[in-house]
Protein backbone atom coordinates (compact mmCIF):
# COMPACT_ATOMS: atom_id res chain seq x y z
CA UNK A 1 0.00 0.00 0.00
CA UNK A 2 0.97 3.49 -0.68
CA UNK A 3 -1.42 5.81 -0.18
CA UNK A 4 -4.29 5.48 2.07
CA UNK A 5 -7.33 8.39 2.12
CA UNK A 6 -11.02 9.11 2.62
CA UNK A 7 -13.40 11.49 0.46
CA UNK A 8 -17.13 12.88 1.48
CA UNK A 9 -19.76 11.48 -0.95
CA UNK A 10 -20.57 15.24 -1.53
CA UNK A 11 -20.14 16.90 -4.95
CA UNK A 12 -19.13 20.20 -5.89
CA UNK A 13 -16.22 19.74 -3.40
CA UNK A 14 -12.25 20.13 -3.09
CA UNK A 15 -13.05 16.64 -0.70
CA UNK A 16 -16.18 15.07 -2.35
CA UNK A 17 -16.88 12.78 -5.14
CA UNK A 18 -14.14 12.55 -8.03
CA UNK A 19 -15.91 13.91 -11.46
CA UNK A 20 -13.12 12.51 -13.94
CA UNK A 21 -10.24 11.36 -14.55
CA UNK A 22 -7.54 13.78 -12.82
CA UNK A 23 -9.71 13.41 -9.61
CA UNK A 24 -9.49 9.59 -9.35
CA UNK A 25 -5.94 10.02 -10.21
CA UNK A 26 -5.47 12.58 -7.68
CA UNK A 27 -7.24 10.40 -5.31
CA UNK A 28 -4.94 7.77 -5.72
CA UNK A 29 -2.10 9.55 -4.88
CA UNK A 30 -3.62 11.27 -2.13
CA UNK A 31 -4.04 14.35 -3.58
CA UNK A 32 -6.96 16.41 -3.00
CA UNK A 33 -9.41 17.67 -6.02
CA UNK A 34 -8.09 21.17 -5.89
CA UNK A 35 -4.74 19.83 -6.52
CA UNK A 36 -3.31 20.47 -2.72
CA UNK A 37 -1.53 17.48 -1.20
CA UNK A 38 -3.12 15.13 2.46
CA UNK A 39 -1.39 17.24 4.93
CA UNK A 40 -1.14 15.44 8.74
CA UNK A 41 -3.28 15.83 10.94
CA UNK A 42 -6.79 17.47 11.46
CA UNK A 43 -8.95 16.94 8.63
CA UNK A 44 -6.19 16.24 6.35
CA UNK A 45 -6.03 19.46 4.49
CA UNK A 46 -4.69 21.81 7.40
CA UNK A 47 -7.43 22.62 9.35
CA UNK A 48 -8.73 20.72 12.75
CA UNK A 49 -6.80 19.52 15.76
CA UNK A 50 -3.05 18.82 15.18
CA UNK A 51 -3.21 19.97 11.32
CA UNK A 52 -0.07 20.83 9.89
CA UNK A 53 1.27 21.93 6.22
CA UNK A 54 3.12 18.69 6.03
CA UNK A 55 2.16 16.31 2.79
CA UNK A 56 1.44 12.67 3.61
CA UNK A 57 0.08 9.77 1.50
CA UNK A 58 -1.44 7.70 4.47
CA UNK A 59 -4.33 9.19 6.76
CA UNK A 60 -5.19 8.34 9.91
CA UNK A 61 -2.39 6.04 11.27
CA UNK A 62 -2.20 6.38 15.09
CA UNK A 63 1.20 6.26 16.08
CA UNK A 64 2.57 4.04 13.64
CA UNK A 65 3.82 6.58 10.85
CA UNK A 66 7.33 6.97 12.02
CA UNK A 67 7.80 10.12 10.42
CA UNK A 68 5.31 11.59 12.69
CA UNK A 69 5.65 11.81 16.55
CA UNK A 70 1.89 12.82 16.52
CA UNK A 71 -0.54 10.45 16.83
CA UNK A 72 -3.52 10.93 14.46
CA UNK A 73 -6.87 9.42 14.44
CA UNK A 74 -10.06 10.12 13.45
CA UNK A 75 -11.11 10.05 17.06
CA UNK A 76 -8.94 13.33 17.51
CA UNK A 77 -8.92 14.94 14.38
CA UNK A 78 -11.88 17.24 14.75
CA UNK A 79 -13.78 15.63 11.20
CA UNK A 80 -18.01 14.96 11.70
CA UNK A 81 -19.03 12.08 11.01
CA UNK A 82 -20.40 11.90 7.41
CA UNK A 83 -20.89 9.36 4.67
CA UNK A 84 -17.35 8.83 4.44
CA UNK A 85 -15.44 6.79 1.38
CA UNK A 86 -11.83 5.35 1.32
CA UNK A 87 -9.42 4.76 -1.01
CA UNK A 88 -6.27 2.24 -0.54
CA UNK A 89 -3.74 2.37 -3.30
CA UNK A 90 -0.82 0.85 -4.65
CA UNK A 91 1.74 2.30 -6.91
CA UNK A 92 2.53 3.39 -9.45
CA UNK A 93 4.50 0.95 -11.47
CA UNK A 94 6.78 0.57 -14.04
CA UNK A 95 5.64 -2.67 -16.50
CA UNK A 96 8.29 -3.35 -19.24
CA UNK A 97 6.63 -5.63 -22.40
CA UNK A 98 5.60 -8.82 -21.66
CA UNK A 99 5.92 -8.28 -17.91
CA UNK A 100 3.65 -9.66 -15.28
CA UNK A 101 3.02 -8.60 -11.82
CA UNK A 102 1.25 -10.38 -9.63
CA UNK A 103 -0.89 -8.58 -6.43
CA UNK A 104 -2.53 -9.92 -3.56
CA UNK A 105 -4.75 -7.59 -1.48
CA UNK A 106 -6.90 -7.79 1.49
CA UNK A 107 -9.39 -5.76 2.98
CA UNK A 108 -9.95 -6.58 6.86
CA UNK A 109 -12.92 -6.14 8.74
CA UNK A 110 -13.79 -6.43 12.75
CA UNK A 111 -15.96 -4.94 15.28
CA UNK A 112 -16.46 -5.82 19.08
CA UNK A 113 -20.06 -6.70 20.91
CA UNK A 114 -18.61 -3.45 22.87
CA UNK A 115 -20.87 -0.51 22.69
CA UNK A 116 -20.38 3.07 22.96
CA UNK A 117 -16.45 3.02 22.03
CA UNK A 118 -15.38 2.32 18.70
CA UNK A 119 -11.51 1.73 19.85
CA UNK A 120 -12.34 -1.80 20.99
CA UNK A 121 -13.13 -2.57 17.12
CA UNK A 122 -9.77 -1.41 16.56
CA UNK A 123 -7.70 -4.13 19.00
CA UNK A 124 -10.12 -6.51 16.87
CA UNK A 125 -9.10 -5.31 13.79
CA UNK A 126 -5.59 -5.43 14.24
CA UNK A 127 -6.14 -9.48 15.71
CA UNK A 128 -7.37 -9.96 12.56
CA UNK A 129 -4.97 -8.42 10.33
CA UNK A 130 -2.63 -9.96 12.44
CA UNK A 131 -4.16 -13.64 11.08
CA UNK A 132 -4.24 -12.10 7.54
CA UNK A 133 -0.71 -11.34 7.67
CA UNK A 134 0.15 -14.54 8.68
CA UNK A 135 -2.14 -16.65 6.23
CA UNK A 136 -0.24 -15.13 3.57
CA UNK A 137 3.65 -15.42 5.11
CA UNK A 138 2.50 -19.38 5.33
CA UNK A 139 1.78 -18.93 1.18
CA UNK A 140 -2.31 -19.53 1.72
CA UNK A 141 -2.09 -22.76 3.90
CA UNK A 142 -4.52 -23.18 6.45
CA UNK A 143 -2.99 -25.94 8.10
CA UNK A 144 -0.64 -23.08 9.83
CA UNK A 145 -2.87 -20.85 11.09
CA UNK A 146 -6.68 -20.96 13.11
CA UNK A 147 -9.22 -17.96 12.62
CA UNK A 148 -9.89 -18.68 8.68
CA UNK A 149 -12.21 -21.37 7.60
CA UNK A 150 -11.06 -23.03 4.37
CA UNK A 151 -13.67 -22.99 1.43
CA UNK A 152 -13.46 -25.89 -0.84
CA UNK A 153 -13.89 -26.09 -4.66
CA UNK A 154 -16.90 -26.67 -5.97
CA UNK A 155 -15.91 -28.77 -9.17
CA UNK A 156 -17.56 -29.98 -12.03
CA UNK A 157 -19.28 -26.19 -13.63
CA UNK A 158 -19.06 -26.20 -16.98
CA UNK A 159 -19.93 -22.74 -18.35
CA UNK A 160 -19.77 -21.86 -21.89
CA UNK A 161 -19.34 -20.39 -24.34
CA UNK A 162 -17.42 -17.92 -22.44
CA UNK A 163 -17.01 -14.67 -23.37
CA UNK A 164 -20.72 -15.01 -25.10
CA UNK A 165 -22.25 -12.44 -27.44
CA UNK A 166 -25.97 -13.18 -26.53
CA UNK A 167 -26.29 -15.98 -23.42
CA UNK A 168 -23.77 -18.71 -21.81
CA UNK A 169 -25.09 -21.95 -20.17
CA UNK A 170 -24.12 -23.14 -16.70
CA UNK A 171 -23.79 -26.74 -16.43
CA UNK A 172 -24.24 -28.60 -13.22
CA UNK A 173 -24.78 -32.32 -13.84
CA UNK A 174 -20.85 -33.39 -12.81
CA UNK A 175 -21.44 -30.88 -9.46
CA UNK A 176 -22.97 -33.42 -6.98
CA UNK A 177 -24.90 -30.15 -5.49
CA UNK A 178 -27.87 -30.41 -3.71
CA UNK A 179 -29.03 -27.07 -3.63
CA UNK A 180 -26.55 -23.72 -3.91
CA UNK A 181 -27.13 -20.28 -3.79
CA UNK A 182 -26.24 -18.63 -7.42
CA UNK A 183 -24.82 -15.30 -7.56
CA UNK A 184 -23.79 -12.67 -10.32
CA UNK A 185 -21.59 -9.76 -9.59
CA UNK A 186 -20.37 -6.94 -11.69
CA UNK A 187 -16.37 -6.20 -11.31
CA UNK A 188 -17.13 -3.49 -8.40
CA UNK A 189 -19.19 -5.79 -6.17
CA UNK A 190 -22.80 -4.67 -7.57
CA UNK A 191 -25.17 -8.09 -7.22
CA UNK A 192 -27.48 -8.36 -9.74
CA UNK A 193 -28.61 -11.39 -9.51
CA UNK A 194 -29.32 -13.91 -6.57
CA UNK A 195 -30.96 -16.95 -7.12
CA UNK A 196 -31.32 -20.31 -5.34
CA UNK A 197 -30.77 -24.14 -7.24
CA UNK A 198 -31.96 -27.46 -5.50
CA UNK A 199 -30.86 -29.50 -7.85
CA UNK A 200 -33.70 -28.57 -10.81
CA UNK A 201 -32.48 -27.65 -13.43
CA UNK A 202 -29.06 -28.83 -14.06
CA UNK A 203 -28.38 -26.51 -16.57
CA UNK A 204 -28.83 -21.97 -16.18
CA UNK A 205 -28.85 -19.58 -18.84
CA UNK A 206 -27.82 -16.56 -18.34
CA UNK A 207 -27.08 -13.47 -20.15
CA UNK A 208 -30.65 -12.32 -21.88
CA UNK A 209 -30.75 -8.97 -20.03
CA UNK A 210 -26.72 -8.60 -19.16
CA UNK A 211 -25.33 -5.30 -20.16
CA UNK A 212 -21.99 -6.14 -22.54
CA UNK A 213 -18.88 -6.22 -19.40
CA UNK A 214 -17.22 -8.39 -17.10
CA UNK A 215 -19.13 -10.49 -14.28
CA UNK A 216 -18.45 -12.58 -11.66
CA UNK A 217 -20.50 -15.62 -11.16
CA UNK A 218 -20.09 -17.72 -8.26
CA UNK A 219 -22.18 -20.74 -7.21
CA UNK A 220 -21.99 -21.96 -2.63
CA UNK A 221 -23.09 -24.64 -1.13
CA UNK A 222 -22.23 -24.63 2.87
CA UNK A 223 -18.35 -24.40 2.55
CA UNK A 224 -18.01 -25.25 -0.86
CA UNK A 225 -17.49 -22.24 -3.69
CA UNK A 226 -17.32 -22.11 -7.01
CA UNK A 227 -16.25 -18.46 -8.82
CA UNK A 228 -15.53 -17.60 -12.65
CA UNK A 229 -15.33 -14.58 -14.28
CA UNK A 230 -17.76 -14.21 -17.22
CA UNK A 231 -17.24 -11.91 -20.67
CA UNK A 232 -20.47 -10.70 -22.03
CA UNK A 233 -19.52 -8.75 -25.83
CA UNK A 234 -21.34 -5.99 -27.71
Known sequence: MSSFMYYNNVNN???GNP???????????????????????GNGKGS??????????FMYPNNTNPLFPT?????????????????????????????VCYMTNAVVWA?????????????ELQAASD??????????????????EKQDKISGVKIS???????????LEQTNL?????????????????????QVPDVINLGDDLKAGVYIISIQEGNRIYAEKIIKLE
Open 13 to 15: SPT
Open 19 to 41: ANTLDYYNYLKSIWIDGTPVTYG
Open 71 to 99: PWTMGNSGIQANDMRFIVSSGPFTMQPGE
Open 161 to 171: PNPFKTNCTIH
Open 111 to 123: RTSVSGNPLPSVT
Open 178 to 198: KSAEISLHTLTGKLISLSKYN
Open 48 to 57: GPGATTTPTT
Open 131 to 148: VVQLFFDSCFKFSAISGI
